[in-house]
């Protein structure tokens, strides 16, 4: 007998040995997360925050190696630049549905999130804002829309309750950007305040690419308000605040979150000091700690909405492991069930897929930074 056919079936013994050791390993499934925003212009800097959250959760996920549908999962994020734009955002919408990702973490703005949504919807996709407030938003019924944010018919009153209370506003002039955010929210103060029984001694408009408002402050000014609200965003807000002392308005300014920045802070100045300005959630607590002390060595101090964005990319990936699946059309009805402690506070969903118990924060500014002063409790 040859040496080969001695040794043969000890070979082929060892073989089915070292099979019958060794379990097959299933193929990894990567998993795509779209994010969009804007990642260029005037809020380029707020884009790239919610980015920077959406990132921060699934490097974390994919340090647990989850196992979903029997299967590790890797999870990679395709962000696209809306540019802030509602035309560019739906062709951004249309491009992350032929991508096929999975869910969907943007947009920013209100007036862009609206129209995107309805592609997503009718693709099967789930969408979550971090950011947008604007109560159209979810009452459409519209199926796979959610938000971990706060909407504008809960901070309007918020708001308007700290300018009538605290800051003893009797005659108050209202500012909006005419997007769908900052008139969206103007509107729901101006309501507010009414009720409250302030006189509104004025309302004017302009837009978000707006640098000069000498001649809107100057028509504010010669109507004396003790105080002028401003929904828009921070480029716009700074920018303003910064004119209205150099015309020498007396008036103290209230603006909304979108405008409740650091970076709002630094284009005023000197000018800031005193403003108040409202922000969905809650300033600090445990969970908000571990995310700061992860995301802040790696991408600095957030603008403003990173933390929503982080918590709304966890509620996706929870979803889909209560679901045990990857396919949007079995974890997200899980999505309305999720009840999850982020990084904002404890997040679970209505029928709508508004966030339950939305709290407001009030903040000044001191010093020259922003100051967490009170909380407002949603309903």
């Known amino acids: ?44 800097h707020q884009g790239k925050d919610d980015e920077n959250g959406v990132a921060l959760a699934i490097e974390q996920a994919n340090a647990k190696k989850l196992v979903i549908g ?23 919408a249309q491009k992350l549905v032929d991508a096929k990702v999975a869910a969907v973490l943007g947009h920013l703005n209100s007036g862009v999130t609206i129209p995107a949504s309805e592609i997503y919807s009718r693709a099967g996709i789930p969408v979550i804002s971090g950011s947008a407030t604007n109560p159209q938003l979810t009452e459409r019924g519209l199926k796979g829309v959610f938000r971990t944010v706060g909407r504008d018919d809960q901070q309007g009153p918020a708001i308007a309750a700290y300018i009538a209370r605290d800051l003893k506003g009797k005659r108050v002039a209202i500012v909006d950007d005419k ?15 009414r009720a409250n029984g302030v006189t509104i001694v004025g309302r004017e408009r302009t837009t978000d690419k707006e640098t000069d408002f000498k001649s809107i402050l100057t028509r504010i000014k010669s109507r004396n308000p003790d105080v002028v609200f401003h929904g828009g965003m921070d480029a716009t807000g700074g920018l303003m605040l910064k004119q209205a002392r150099e015309l020498g308005m007396k008036a103290q300014f209230a603006f909304g979150d979108g405008a409740c920045t650091e970076e709002m802070a630094q284009l005023a100045g000197a000018a800031g000091e005193g403003l108040a300005c409202s922000q969905a959630g809650i300033p600090a607590s445990a969970a908000s700690k571990e995310f700061r002390d992860a995301f802040i060595p790696k991408y600095g101090e957030t603008k403003l909405y990173a933390p929503f964005f982080y918590d709304a990319a966890n509620v996706v990936i929870e979803a889909m492991k209560r679901a045990d699946s990857v396919d949007p059309a079995k974890f997200m009805p899980e999505i309305y069930k999720v009840s999850l402690q982020g990084a904002t506070g404890k997040i679970e ?7 339950r ?5 009030i903040f000044r500014m001191q010093g020259g930074k922003i100051v967490p002063v009170t909380v407002m409790s949603g309903p």
């Open 1 to 44: 007998m040859s040496a080969w056919l001695r040794v043969a079936p000890l070979l082929l013994a060892v073989l089915a040995s070292g099979c019958e050791r060794t379990a097959p390993v299933a193929a990894e499934t990567v998993v795509l997360l779209g994010h969009a925003g804007p990642l260029t212009g005037s809020i380029a």
């Open 70 to 92: 029997g299967k590790p999962v890797v999870f990679r994020m395709l962000s696209e630049d809306d540019q802030g734009d509602p035309k560019v955002g739906t062709l951004v």
């Open 179 to 193: 997007t769908a955010y900052g008139e969206g929210l103007a509107t729901e103060v101006e309501k507010a305040l």
């Open 349 to 355: 969903f209505d029928a709508k897929g508004d966030r």
């Open 357 to 361: 118990n939305a709290d407001m924060t």
